[in-house]
């Protein structure tokens, strides 16, 4: 089992639409999640961190279930400029290094 | 957010040369930062992490006399890729890591693609 699974899609969403992802980790002593969005050819942008009590960032809101070890990444009346592919990333025990999942892919049609 | 800049964003070399790419933070100081290479639609690999003076740590697979790294300054790690060989050609990118009071973060460069010929 991968360390950081997720569904590479692609997800197909109009505009406007609710969309949302979930990312698998399998390490339970994991403490930091994140989700990066990344643009073809482009690197990784922090789109925000994952903190236990749940956090929202305008359209964007970020879960994380620890009980089932994953995360999740909702994104609510979704716009054109949203299609990437997203990233989860999970730091591995006790230190500060980063695992990667391979990236869900979001396309957003008018 | 925290700037991290990437030289050179594009590279194409012939075989068995050496290239060096550089990444550095532009208003922080980086005690750590991060290499990883990425293949089309692929995850990205952590390659190694970069400590400011000292010696790099290398993820298992990875070459530490191929893929050379240096951290002399708080603002500036390279990584030299020697003797490149076109199943080298891959999307290398660093990151920095950034100390919150709510945790780290890892802040990214542009990235360098380098096409070995």
């Known amino acids: 089992r991968k360390e950081v699974e997720q569904d590479p899609g692609p997800f197909n969403v109009p505009e406007g639409a609710t969309v949302a992802f979930n990312c698998t980790y399998s390490?339970?002593?994991?403490?930091?999640f994140f989700w990066y969005r990344q643009d073809c050819r482009k690197e990784p942008k922090l789109l925000m961190s994952?903190?236990?009590?749940?956090n929202e960032d305008g359209r964007f809101t970020a879960q994380l279930n620890r009980a089932s070890q994953y995360i999740s990444l909702l994104i609510r009346d979704s716009k054109l400029s949203d299609s990437a592919t997203y990233l989860c990333?999970?730091?591995?025990?006790?230190?500060?290094?980063?695992?990667w999942g391979a990236g869900t892919k979001l396309i957003i049609k008018p | 957010g925290a700037v991290v800049s990437q030289h050179p964003s594009r590279v194409i070399c012939k075989s068995g040369t050496s290239v060096k790419i550089e990444c550095r933070s532009l208003?922080?100081?980086?005690?750590?930062m991060f290499w990883y290479r990425q293949f089309p639609k692929k995850s990205l690999m952590l390659m190694a992490t970069?400590?400011?003076?000292?010696?790099?740590?290398?993820e298992q697979g990875v070459e530490k006399d191929k893929f050379l790294i240096n951290h002399a300054s708080l603002t500036l790690s390279t990584l030299t890729v020697t003797s490149a060989h076109p199943e080298d050609s891959s999307f290398y990118i660093c990151?920095?890591?950034?100390?919150?009071?709510?945790?780290?973060?890892?802040?990214f460069g542009p990235g360098t693609r380098l096409t070995v010929t």
């Open positions: 990151s920095a890591r950034v100390f919150l009071a709510g945790g780290d973060e890892q802040y």
């Open positions: 208003d922080f100081q980086a005690t750590t």
């Open positions: 970069s400590n400011e003076g000292s010696k790099a740590t290398y």
């Open positions: 390490n339970s002593a994991s403490q930091s």
């Open positions: 994952v903190y236990s009590s749940g």
């Open positions: 990333a999970v730091n591995r025990e006790s230190n500060y290094q980063l695992i």
